[in-house]
């Protein structure tokens, strides 16, 4: 019935388009509507050329209220180059990723304000195996905003109608956020949606450019969840759209997500063998990144869609402990059934840098040789045994998904 499915994709994509103009809407993910809707018929409406140009120059000056040193997320040299194009690195923002006008510093972005995604993050993972696991944190987080990347309007808005707040510099900010500093339930006009949605859109990503693109493309974590989910504060800071990219669905919630969790584990590992050996050398440090595929399409015109998924460890060891360095790379293109490809660092530095001489830790143990984590596809074959078989999708999906599998993100 061709008239019939032409109507019902008519209408479930005017939904959405009502939604993202809207702005204050996100649409659920397993919307109904939508599961009679082909993937191709909403990946068509979310994937488009782009159409929205950033104000780079613009976006730079904004950026420089910002905090930018948080060298110690790097092990070596930081800020090492993403394998984005010299041109593409002109608009890259470095960004230590805070909460509104709070001075922790939770992690690293390497931003880049053309593309609208990260280019990569940064973290300094050190996990304790005894310390609880929080629950995952509301996904109601994703409709905040780098407050520091939005216009003048914005800020002088706030200060008029907020006891004179100063926020050009603040992090990932909600509403909630400006009430607690300002001590009085102040009110904005326009409102802080509306004016998120015409005064920061244009140096950043927002919530509404996924609207109604949940069934092709998640909210893809950079820095994930899951890695950072015994830090309740870090765990919060990583639903930002500073620390999103479009990501496939499948691709997002399957392979990735394995090899993700491996990752948690790996570092308990690395926690544990260094107490055991006396040593203070118990952090793994890990950069997440996205690379760009040979054609770039973007997110309703806006929001770039990297072509992969990457992600790269390095242990710096304790060699007077018995702790010896490791490191590994690893990547997955951005598409349905995508399969992972890990590496040892200098063979994926080689693919992520189209064979050009660069380290993604250069002045470490690790820009160097140093042993491979040979055990990383048992612990993905491990952890993803269950999900992986279409009979227990079911299992997957319980509470126990989220023990054996990890949470997507």
């Known amino acids: 019935m061709p008239g019939a499915r032409v109507f019902i994709v008519a209408f479930a994509v005017g939904f959405a388009v009502a939604a993202w103009l809207l702005g204050n809407v996100n649409l659920p993910e397993n919307l ?50 993403s394998g984005y194009m010299k041109n593409d690195k002109d608009a890259t923002l470095r960004i230590c990723h805070t909460h509104a006008g709070d001075s922790k510093l939770l992690f690293a972005t390497a931003y880049n304000a053309h593309y609208r995604i990260p280019e990569y993050t940064a973290s300094a993972i050190t996990r304790d195996p005894d310390l609880p696991e929080q629950d995952r944190p509301s996904s109601s987080l994703w409709d905040r905003v780098q407050l520091g990347l939005c216009g003048k309007k914005v800020h002088d808005t706030i200060y008029v109608r907020c006891d004179e707040v100063e926020t050009d510099s603040w992090g990932v900010t909600r509403m909630s956020d400006i009430w607690k500093v300002s001590g009085t339930r102040c009110r904005l006009s326009p409102s802080f949606d509306d004016l998120k949605e015409s005064h920061c859109g244009d140096c950043q990503g927002l919530d509404s450019d996924y609207s109604g693109c949940g069934t092709t493309f998640n909210r893809g974590h950079i820095n994930p969840n899951s890695i950072n989910n015994k830090d309740a504060d870090v765990q919060d800071g990583t639903f930002s759209m500073i620390n999103a990219a479009p990501q496939d669905d499948d691709f997002n919630q399957h392979a990735w997500q394995a090899y993700e969790r491996a990752v948690g584990r790996k570092a308990e590992e690395v926690y544990k063998n260094a107490v055991k050996a006396g040593s203070n050398s118990r952090t793994l440090y890990v950069i997440t990144g996205t690379k760009l595929g040979e054609q770039t399409t973007w997110m309703k015109g806006r929001v770039a869609i990297p072509g992969y998924f990457w992600k790269a460890l390095c242990y710096p060891g304790d060699e007077r402990a018995g702790l010896r360095p490791f490191g590994v790379g690893f990547y997955g293109p951005n598409i349905d059934d995508s399969e992972v490809t890990s590496l040892p ?40 045994h269950d999900c992986r078989n279409e009979h227990m999708q079911e299992t997957c999906e319980s509470k126990k998904r989220i023990k054996r599998c990890g949470t997507s993100g």
């Open 32 to 81: 109904p509507l939508m599961s009679f809707v082909m993937k191709d018929d909403v990946a068509d409406f979310c994937s488009q050329s782009h159409n929205d140009s950033a104000p780079v120059a613009e976006c730079i000056e904004r950026h420089s209220n910002l905090q930018s040193d948080c060298d110690h997320f790097f092990v070596g040299d930081a800020w090492p180059s």
């Open 345 to 384: 660092l200098d063979q994926f530095e080689a693919w992520l840098y189209d064979g050009a001489d660069e380290h993604l830790f250069p002045g470490s143990v690790c820009a160097g040789p140093v042993d491979n984590w040979d055990g990383l596809d048992d612990y993905v074959a491990e952890i993803a």
